[in-house]
Protein backbone atom coordinates (compact mmCIF):
# COMPACT_ATOMS: atom_id res chain seq x y z
CA UNK A 1 0.00 0.00 0.00
CA UNK A 2 3.06 2.56 0.62
CA UNK A 3 4.29 1.83 -2.82
CA UNK A 4 0.98 2.25 -4.24
CA UNK A 5 0.89 6.03 -2.30
CA UNK A 6 4.34 6.75 -3.49
CA UNK A 7 3.81 6.12 -6.68
CA UNK A 8 0.80 8.38 -7.17
CA UNK A 9 2.24 11.32 -4.82
CA UNK A 10 5.24 10.86 -7.34
CA UNK A 11 2.52 11.10 -10.40
CA UNK A 12 0.90 14.27 -9.02
CA UNK A 13 4.60 15.93 -8.17
CA UNK A 14 5.55 15.49 -11.98
CA UNK A 15 2.03 17.24 -13.45
CA UNK A 16 2.58 19.90 -11.17
CA UNK A 17 6.07 20.68 -12.23
CA UNK A 18 4.78 20.61 -15.68
CA UNK A 19 2.39 22.85 -14.68
CA UNK A 20 4.48 25.04 -13.36
CA UNK A 21 6.91 25.26 -16.18
CA UNK A 22 4.58 26.25 -18.62
CA UNK A 23 4.67 29.90 -20.03
CA UNK A 24 2.07 32.50 -20.72
CA UNK A 25 2.54 34.47 -23.89
CA UNK A 26 1.02 37.84 -24.84
CA UNK A 27 1.16 38.08 -28.53
CA UNK A 28 3.05 40.97 -29.37
CA UNK A 29 4.32 42.17 -26.39
CA UNK A 30 3.06 45.45 -25.67
CA UNK A 31 2.65 46.19 -29.07
CA UNK A 32 -0.33 43.73 -28.52
CA UNK A 33 -2.24 42.03 -31.27
CA UNK A 34 -2.56 45.14 -34.01
CA UNK A 35 -2.17 45.37 -37.49
CA UNK A 36 1.79 45.97 -37.34
CA UNK A 37 4.06 48.50 -39.08
CA UNK A 38 6.34 45.77 -40.15
CA UNK A 39 4.76 42.68 -41.83
CA UNK A 40 7.52 40.76 -40.54
CA UNK A 41 6.24 42.00 -37.22
CA UNK A 42 5.24 38.53 -35.90
CA UNK A 43 7.31 36.14 -37.32
CA UNK A 44 10.32 38.20 -35.41
CA UNK A 45 7.95 38.36 -32.16
CA UNK A 46 8.04 34.21 -32.27
CA UNK A 47 11.58 34.18 -33.11
CA UNK A 48 13.49 32.42 -30.28
CA UNK A 49 10.56 31.08 -28.41
CA UNK A 50 10.03 27.49 -27.88
CA UNK A 51 6.24 26.88 -27.82
CA UNK A 52 5.01 23.98 -25.72
CA UNK A 53 2.23 22.18 -24.96
CA UNK A 54 0.46 23.64 -22.07
CA UNK A 55 1.63 26.87 -22.93
CA UNK A 56 -1.04 29.59 -23.61
CA UNK A 57 -1.21 32.39 -25.95
CA UNK A 58 -2.88 35.46 -25.06
CA UNK A 59 -4.11 38.04 -28.00
CA UNK A 60 -5.13 41.21 -26.57
CA UNK A 61 -6.50 43.92 -29.33
CA UNK A 62 -9.37 46.48 -29.45
CA UNK A 63 -13.08 45.15 -29.64
CA UNK A 64 -14.50 44.94 -32.95
CA UNK A 65 -10.99 46.25 -34.90
CA UNK A 66 -9.58 42.73 -34.73
CA UNK A 67 -10.41 39.40 -34.26
CA UNK A 68 -8.21 36.11 -33.72
CA UNK A 69 -8.79 32.87 -36.30
CA UNK A 70 -7.61 29.81 -36.29
CA UNK A 71 -5.93 28.49 -39.92
CA UNK A 72 -4.56 26.26 -41.49
CA UNK A 73 -1.43 26.32 -43.23
CA UNK A 74 -2.42 26.95 -46.25
CA UNK A 75 -4.99 29.48 -45.30
CA UNK A 76 -2.38 31.16 -43.77
CA UNK A 77 -0.16 31.73 -46.01
CA UNK A 78 -2.69 32.94 -48.53
CA UNK A 79 -5.07 34.86 -45.53
CA UNK A 80 -7.88 33.19 -46.86
CA UNK A 81 -10.32 33.69 -43.80
CA UNK A 82 -13.30 32.61 -45.17
CA UNK A 83 -13.37 29.18 -43.59
CA UNK A 84 -11.07 29.13 -40.19
CA UNK A 85 -10.46 26.22 -37.61
CA UNK A 86 -12.07 28.52 -34.98
CA UNK A 87 -12.65 32.67 -34.71
CA UNK A 88 -12.61 34.43 -31.44
CA UNK A 89 -13.76 38.25 -31.73
CA UNK A 90 -13.93 39.15 -27.63
CA UNK A 91 -10.72 40.05 -26.35
CA UNK A 92 -8.78 39.09 -24.66
CA UNK A 93 -8.28 35.89 -26.64
CA UNK A 94 -6.74 33.08 -24.68
CA UNK A 95 -5.59 30.17 -26.14
CA UNK A 96 -4.16 26.99 -24.44
CA UNK A 97 -1.57 24.63 -26.46
CA UNK A 98 -2.58 21.70 -25.92
CA UNK A 99 -1.59 19.76 -29.26
CA UNK A 100 2.42 19.42 -30.68
CA UNK A 101 3.25 20.84 -34.44
CA UNK A 102 2.47 23.77 -36.50
CA UNK A 103 -0.33 26.27 -35.25
CA UNK A 104 -1.78 29.64 -37.49
CA UNK A 105 -3.10 32.37 -36.40
CA UNK A 106 -4.41 35.18 -38.38
CA UNK A 107 -6.99 38.64 -38.09
CA UNK A 108 -9.82 38.20 -40.73
CA UNK A 109 -10.45 41.95 -40.92
CA UNK A 110 -10.06 44.05 -43.66
CA UNK A 111 -6.74 43.13 -45.36
CA UNK A 112 -5.09 42.89 -41.57
CA UNK A 113 -3.53 39.77 -42.25
CA UNK A 114 -2.06 40.71 -46.02
CA UNK A 115 -0.40 43.21 -44.04
CA UNK A 116 1.21 41.18 -41.26
CA UNK A 117 -1.54 40.74 -38.68
CA UNK A 118 -0.25 36.67 -39.07
CA UNK A 119 1.35 34.00 -36.60
CA UNK A 120 2.28 30.93 -36.87
CA UNK A 121 4.41 28.65 -34.15
CA UNK A 122 5.37 25.35 -34.18
CA UNK A 123 4.25 23.63 -30.76
CA UNK A 124 6.75 20.96 -29.37
CA UNK A 125 6.01 18.40 -26.12
CA UNK A 126 6.36 19.71 -22.92
CA UNK A 127 9.83 18.52 -22.15
CA UNK A 128 11.33 18.99 -25.46
CA UNK A 129 13.80 21.93 -26.58
CA UNK A 130 13.88 23.66 -29.34
CA UNK A 131 12.28 26.99 -30.51
CA UNK A 132 10.37 28.42 -33.42
CA UNK A 133 12.11 28.77 -37.11
CA UNK A 134 11.11 32.04 -38.63
CA UNK A 135 10.27 30.80 -42.50
CA UNK A 136 8.61 33.59 -44.87
CA UNK A 137 5.48 34.69 -44.40
CA UNK A 138 5.26 34.33 -40.55
CA UNK A 139 6.09 32.45 -37.42
CA UNK A 140 7.99 28.60 -37.19
CA UNK A 141 8.34 26.77 -40.04
CA UNK A 142 6.43 23.55 -40.02
CA UNK A 143 7.45 20.49 -41.59
CA UNK A 144 6.36 20.33 -45.10
CA UNK A 145 3.23 19.49 -46.49
CA UNK A 146 1.86 19.45 -42.83
CA UNK A 147 -1.42 21.48 -41.55
CA UNK A 148 -2.47 21.72 -37.85
CA UNK A 149 -5.31 19.62 -36.27
CA UNK A 150 -8.35 21.08 -35.48
CA UNK A 151 -7.61 19.62 -31.68
CA UNK A 152 -4.27 22.41 -31.58
CA UNK A 153 -6.49 24.74 -29.54
CA UNK A 154 -10.10 24.12 -27.61
CA UNK A 155 -12.65 26.10 -28.42
CA UNK A 156 -13.28 29.62 -27.05
CA UNK A 157 -15.87 29.88 -23.78
CA UNK A 158 -17.41 33.28 -22.95
CA UNK A 159 -15.15 36.37 -23.38
CA UNK A 160 -13.11 34.48 -26.27
CA UNK A 161 -10.94 32.58 -23.78
CA UNK A 162 -10.02 28.81 -24.45
CA UNK A 163 -9.27 25.92 -21.81
CA UNK A 164 -8.38 22.69 -21.51
CA UNK A 165 -11.18 20.24 -20.81
CA UNK A 166 -11.97 20.23 -17.12
CA UNK A 167 -11.25 23.57 -16.62
CA UNK A 168 -12.45 26.17 -14.73
CA UNK A 169 -12.30 28.67 -18.02
CA UNK A 170 -10.23 31.16 -15.82
CA UNK A 171 -6.47 31.57 -15.95
CA UNK A 172 -4.11 33.92 -14.49
CA UNK A 173 -1.66 35.41 -16.69
CA UNK A 174 2.11 35.44 -15.63
CA UNK A 175 5.28 36.99 -16.74
CA UNK A 176 7.80 35.21 -17.82
CA UNK A 177 10.47 35.75 -15.01
CA UNK A 178 7.65 35.28 -12.27
CA UNK A 179 7.01 32.10 -13.96
CA UNK A 180 10.81 30.89 -14.08
CA UNK A 181 11.06 32.03 -10.12
CA UNK A 182 7.85 30.42 -9.09
CA UNK A 183 9.23 26.97 -11.43
CA UNK A 184 12.69 27.37 -9.61
CA UNK A 185 11.02 27.67 -6.21
CA UNK A 186 8.73 24.43 -7.22
CA UNK A 187 11.42 22.61 -8.74
CA UNK A 188 13.27 22.50 -5.09
CA UNK A 189 10.09 21.83 -3.49
CA UNK A 190 9.77 18.54 -5.74
CA UNK A 191 13.15 17.44 -5.18
CA UNK A 192 13.00 17.39 -1.60
CA UNK A 193 9.27 15.38 -2.25
CA UNK A 194 11.04 12.75 -3.68
CA UNK A 195 13.71 12.31 -1.72
CA UNK A 196 11.51 12.46 1.60
CA UNK A 197 9.32 9.52 -0.47
CA UNK A 198 12.25 6.94 -0.93
Not at 175 to 198: K, M, P, Q
Request: charged share 15%; with cysteine; net charge negative.
Amino acid sequence: MAGVFKTVTFMVLVFAVVVVFAEDYDVGDDTEWTRPMDPEFYTTWATGKTFRVGDELEFDFAAGRHDVAVVTQDAFENCEKEKPISHMTVPPVKIMLNTTGPQYFICTVGDHCRFGQKLSINVVGAGASGGATPGAGGGATPAPGSTPSAGGTTPPTAGGTTTPSGSSGTTTPAGNAASSLGGATVLVAFVSAVVALF
